[in-house]
C-alpha cells in the first residue's frame, strides 16, 4: 500500500513539472525580441542589426534574443515606425528621413554640403548637437540609442554624364520624401521625384525616372548598378542612420538592461561606420566593373550654386547651430 501511495506522489509530481510553463520549469528567462530594416541582411543595414543582435544577446547572457527583420518584412520605414510607437515592433535600425515629420530638426542633416567629410560627419553627430537630437525621440514613443551611418549621397543616371550642375538640368531625379533634399535639387534645375526606394527601383526599371541619389552602400545593396549607366560622385548630402527601440519596451528595462541596450546601440553604430569606411574603399573597382560609367566632379561647383537656397535652410532650422557645424568652409 505505502509503495502504491508512493508511486501516485512520484506521478503527480511528474506530471506537475510537465504542465509548469516554459519560464518556471527554466531558470534562463528569454525575451525575444524584433528588429526591422529595410536592406538586405548583407547591407550595412544588416550589419548594424547583427552587430546590436550579437552584442546585446552576449552582454545580457541571452536574456535578450533579438530576431532580425530585413527587406522591409514589417513594412515600410514608416511603418515600422508606428511600430515602434505602437510597441508592436521593438527594434529597428532605418534612414532619418522616415522621422522628420516626427523631429523635423533633424532634416537639418540633409543640408547639401553641410558636412566636409565622414570624421567631420561624425564628430558632429557624436557631439552635443547629435545628442541633442536624439534627445527628442522619447517624446514621441521612441528611444534613440545610437546614430547608425549610410554615407555620402551620390548621384546616378541613365541619360549622360553629370559633372557640373548644368549636366544635371532637366533630369528626373528620385529622391526621399524630404523637403530638403527638394528644395536644393530644385533649384539647380534637377526634376526631383520624391518616393520611396522600393518606388524607385520599380520606375527605374520602366524608364519613368531617369535617376536616383543614395550613398555607396545603398547603391551596392539594391544592384543599382543594373539599373543605371552614370555614377557621378557628388557627395551633395551626408546621410546618417538611426538605432532605434520602442519606449513601451524600453520604459520596461531595468537600469541595468538599459545600459546594455545603450552599450549594443553603440555598437551597431560602429559596425554601420566600419562598413561604410570598407565600401567606400572598394565599391568603385566593383562598380566599375558591373558596367558603371564613374565620374569624379568639382563638389565646388555644386555647393557654389545650391549656395543661394541656403537662406531657404535658415529660416527652417536654427541658424546658430548650422553656422556652429560649420558648413562649405572646404569650397570657399
Not at 133 to 160: C, D
Request: with cysteine; charged share 25%; aromatic share 8%.
Amino acid at each position: 500500500m505505502r509503495n502504491i501511495w508512493l508511486n501516485w506522489v512520484a506521478l503527480s509530481i511528474l506530471a506537475l513539472i510537465t504542465v509548469m510553463p516554459a519560464s518556471a520549469a527554466d531558470t534562463k528567462d528569454e525575451t525575444k525580441l524584433k528588429l526591422a530594416h529595410a536592406l538586405s541582411s548583407t547591407s550595412h543595414y544588416g550589419a548594424g542589426a547583427s552587430a546590436f543582435a550579437n552584442s546585446l544577446e552576449t552582454i545580457s547572457k541571452g536574456k535578450f534574443i533579438v530576431e532580425k527583420f530585413p527587406n522591409n518584412k514589417l513594412g515600410s520605414e514608416h511603418e515600422v515606425i508606428e511600430g515602434l510607437q505602437s510597441g508592436k515592433i521593438d527594434l529597428a535600425v532605418i534612414s532619418t528621413s522616415a522621422v522628420m515629420d516626427l523631429i523635423p530638426e533633424i532634416g537639418m542633416f540633409d543640408i547639401p554640403f553641410l558636412m566636409h567629410d565622414l570624421q567631420h560627419a561624425r564628430n558632429v553627430l557624436d557631439g552635443s548637437i547629435g545628442k541633442n537630437i536624439l534627445s527628442k525621440f522619447p517624446e514621441k514613443g521612441i528611444v534613440a540609442l545610437a546614430w547608425g551611418e549610410q554615407g555620402f549621397r551620390h548621384l546616378t543616371n541613365n541619360v549622360r554624364p553629370v559633372l557640373t550642375p548644368e549636366d544635371a538640368r532637366g533630369l528626373k531625379i528620385r529622391t526621399p520624401q524630404n523637403s530638403i533634399h527638394v528644395a536644393g535639387f530644385n533649384y539647380i534645375g534637377i526634376l526631383p521625384v520624391p518616393m520611396t526606394l522600393t518606388d524607385a527601383v520599380k520606375s527605374l526599371k520602366d524608364g519613368s525616372i531617369d535617376g536616383q541619389e543614395n550613398p555607396l552602400s545603398v547603391i551596392i545593396a539594391t544592384q543599382m548598378y543594373n539599373m543605371q549607366k552614370y555614377l557621378s560622385l557628388t557627395g551633395h548630402v551626408y546621410a546618417p542612420a538611426l538605432i532605434l527601440v520602442s519606449s513601451k519596451l524600453y520604459k520596461q528595462l531595468s537600469s541595468t538592461d538599459k545600459k546594455l541596450f545603450q552599450k549594443s546601440g553603440r555598437a551597431a553604430c560602429l559596425k554601420m561606420r566600419d562598413f561604410v569606411d570598407d565600401i567606400e574603399k572598394r565599391s568603385l573597382e566593383r562598380l566599375r566593373k558591373e558596367g558603371m560609367q564613374v565620374t569624379e566632379v568639382e563638389r565646388a561647383s555644386f555647393a557654389m550654386a545650391m549656395e543661394p537656397v541656403y537662406t531657404e535652410f535658415y529660416k527652417k532650422f536654427d541658424k546658430r547651430i548650422i553656422d556652429a557645424i560649420p558648413f562649405q568652409r572646404k569650397f570657399q
